[in-house]
């Protein structure tokens, strides 16, 4: 249905905001060499209680109220264990939740990553309300994008002006 | 993130708020993009990328641009609500070619594209 893992990254990121997360991070970690892809999603919203976590891979349990069937999830976790992966959901109320979803890098079926730089600008731009921290490792090589110092360089411009849009998208290519 | 860029900011700051003194605050609009599952696994992120693109193309300052979750209208996605004032439109299956259109035609020069609305 969802057939980038940056989509979804987003969708998981929409359940932290929804859940209330003033912070998100996100890391997309590519270990070629151990052959392992690892995406995680760690928010400080207000998480849920053992039952919900257990039941939240499940198709027909959603947090939206306008329908009783929710498929992110569920899909993603589908979606890593066909390819020698797992999907973990990690919670406590009051803290937060983190999702982590690792697949094997290499196998055949796995989803594209897909446009990351558009989910991220998409997240950054859509919360304002929200940070967002964006880490991804290829190898050796790190990127880290926090919107924290961005927002308090930018005071009360918002980072929907045009010149801003255009820098944020050129950090994040 | 290195230190060269938060240097550029200063200066996208100063910029975007010596043109916001010369802008009429009553005029702001605030688009919102539903981004649902549903939204995302209709194409809703590409929507906003091609809203933030247009902005960004046809420097159109003062635009507040959020999203939100699904709004129970899953088969009209991408939703996306353009609100000028009190007047709010909202329109449905807005593909990045329409929401460019959308920008340009609505909050850019005021006119509303009627045959994409949603009427409920």
Not at chain 1, 33 to 61: C, H, I, K, Q, S
Not at chain 1, 129 to 140: K, L, N, S, T, Y
Not at chain 2, 76 to 91: L, R, S, W
Request: with cysteine; charged share 25%.
């Amino acid at each position: 249905m969802l057939r980038e893992l940056a989509l979804h990254i987003l969708d998981i990121a929409e359940n932290s905001l929804n859940a209330g997360a003033t912070l998100v991070t996100i890391e997309v970690i590519e270990d070629a060499r151990a052959d392992r892809l690892t995406l995680r999603v760690a928010d400080n919203g207000r998480g849920m209680d053992a039952e919900l976590a257990r039941r939240v891979a499940d198709p027909f349990t959603t947090t939206r109220t306008t329908r009783r069937v929710g498929l992110g999830l569920p899909f993603l976790k589908q979606a890593a264990e066909q390819c020698n992966g797992s999907l973990a959901i990690d919670s406590a109320q009051g803290v937060g939740t983190t999702i982590t979803a690792t697949f094997q890098y290499s196998h055949i079926d796995r989803m594209p990553l897909g446009d990351l730089s558009g989910t991220i600008l998409s997240l950054a731009v859509g919360y304002p309300q929200a940070d967002f921290v964006f880490r991804r490792e290829i190898g050796d090589k790190r990127l880290e994008i926090d919107t924290r110092p961005i927002k308090a360089e930018l005071g009360s411009v918002a980072l929907s002006e045009p010149s801003v849009i255009k820098f944020l998208k050129e950090m994040l290519e | 993130m290195p230190v060269k860029s938060l240097d550029d900011l200063k200066k996208i700051k100063e910029q975007a708020l010596a043109k916001r003194a010369i802008r009429n605050a009553s005029a702001r609009a605030h688009i919102t993009v539903a981004m649902g599952t549903c939204g995302i696994a209709a194409g809703a992120r590409d929507t906003m990328k091609a809203i933030l693109d247009a902005i960004e193309k046809d420097d159109i300052a003062g635009v507040l641009v959020t999203q939100t979750g699904c709004i129970g209208l899953c088969e009209f996605e991408p939703i996306v609500d353009v609100q000028i004032g009190d007047a709010k439109v909202t329109y449905g299956k807005v593909t990045p070619e329409r929401a460019r259109a959308i920008v340009a035609e609505h909050v850019g020069g005021g006119k509303p594209i009627k045959e994409w609305m949603i009427v409920r």
